[in-house]
């Protein structure tokens, strides 16, 4: 079991910078890889960007060169830095953790923090 708290959502501009975070109760270096998702109202869930426990990085295109994707292992926080933020980038967005079992895959998820950037 992973319980994942996301804090750091809010409202700002375009242009303007958040940073997410996200507390793993459990050590993130053991969790297989962690990410973030998005879902906008009426869309599906997304993935934004990924980091394997290795620290190999994956952005979605729509995000590459504005969001970051970090890990404090010290104290089992994974962040997303989001920068030049846009309107379509309004969403809530979840943390994950994906771990590889002997019986199967599982996936952990925080309960989501709103992030709304006004134009």
């Known amino acids: 079991q992973v319980q994942l708290v996301e804090s750091g959502g809010g409202l700002v501009q375009a242009g303007g910078s958040l940073r997410l975070s996200c507390v793993s109760s459990?050590?993130?270096?053991?969790?297989?890889?962690m990410g973030w998702y998005r879902q906008a109202p009426g869309k599906e869930r997304e993935l934004v960007a990924s980091?394997?426990?290795?620290?190999?990085?994956d952005y979605a295109d729509s995000v590459k060169g504005r969001f970051a994707i970090s890990r404090n292992n010290a104290k089992n926080i994974l962040y997303l830095e989001m920068n030049s933020l846009k309107p379509e980038d309004t969403a809530v967005y979840y943390c994950?953790?994906?771990?590889?079992?002997?019986?199967?895959?599982?996936?952990?998820w925080g309960q989501g923090t709103q992030v709304t950037v006004s134009s």
């Open positions: 459990r050590n993130i270096l053991s969790i297989d890889a």
């Open positions: 994950n953790a994906h771990l590889y079992g002997i019986r199967g895959e599982y996936d952990y």
């Open positions: 980091v394997t426990s290795g620290g190999s990085t």
